[in-house]
């Protein structure tokens, strides 16, 4: 069974703050993504990787950067948090089939 | 760019009925298609998937769907749901030369006993 591990699990910051989102996978899959879920929109993609040093950008990437450090770890950052960025955060990874984390809930107050 | 349309946000059942939970999609290239189920509280899990072949694909829990390409569509079946099935169900479509995967905005499954 893949893993995908995301951290923290929770974590509330204030508009401007600065805020790291975490994600590792132990299954050497080339892809990996960042997805936000909303009531009424779904998931939609931030940013996605194929492999360490790779980025390319999803559909809302607005306030967003990402950074694949190695195959295994995929960061998100929120450099100047806004209000509009509190969400549920989902990071996967992928060959074919797509394994989720838990998930990482932000509130931006 | 891909889109995914999934028209029904809420479909109520009961125990014992049959579903239908409708996914369309639009992109004019090679894709993958795929069913993912979120129960409450956690992240996606797959379903099923289609790329070629037999355009009916089985999933796990008895769930299959059924790929069309003139209606630019991949709907998710199931002939005798459980209590247990209530979740919100994602339709994706990936392409293959980007990989990247798009999501519909989720169909919330309630199965009343």
């Known amino acids: 069974e893949a893993a995908v591990t995301q951290s923290p699990r929770n974590k509330v910051t204030v508009t401007g703050g600065n805020v790291t989102l975490s994600c590792r996978q132990t299954?050497?899959?080339?892809?990996m993504y960042w997805y936000r879920q909303d009531t009424g929109h779904g998931l939609r993609l931030i940013h996605y990787?194929?492999?360490?040093?790779?980025?390319q950008i999803g559909d809302v990437p607005d306030g967003y950067k990402a950074t694949r450090t190695t195959q295994e770890d995929f960061f998100l950052l929120l450099e100047l948090a806004s209000p509009s960025q509190t969400s549920l955060y989902f990071c996967?990874?992928?060959?074919?089939?797509?394994?989720f984390g838990s998930g990482t809930r932000l509130t931006v107050l | 760019t891909q889109t995914v349309s999934q028209s029904d946000a809420h479909v109520t059942v009961f125990e014992g009925d049959s579903v239908e939970l409708r996914c369309n999609y639009s992109y004019g290239g090679s894709i993958y298609l795929s069913w993912y189920i979120q129960h409450h509280g956690h992240g996606l899990q797959f379903l099923l998937k289609y790329y070629s072949g037999n355009p009916v694909v089985q999933g796990v829990n008895g769930f299959e769907a059924e790929f069309s390409k003139s209606d630019s569509s991949f709907h998710l079946r199931k002939a005798s749901v459980h209590w247990s099935d209530s979740a919100v169900y994602f339709c994706a479509v990936r392409t293959s030369n980007t990989n990247k995967v798009v999501f519909g905005t989720g169909t919330r499954l309630q199965v009343l006993p």
């Open positions: 996967a990874s992928s060959e074919e089939t797509l394994y």
């Open positions: 990787s194929y492999g360490a040093g790779n980025l």
């Open positions: 299954n050497s899959h080339n892809y």
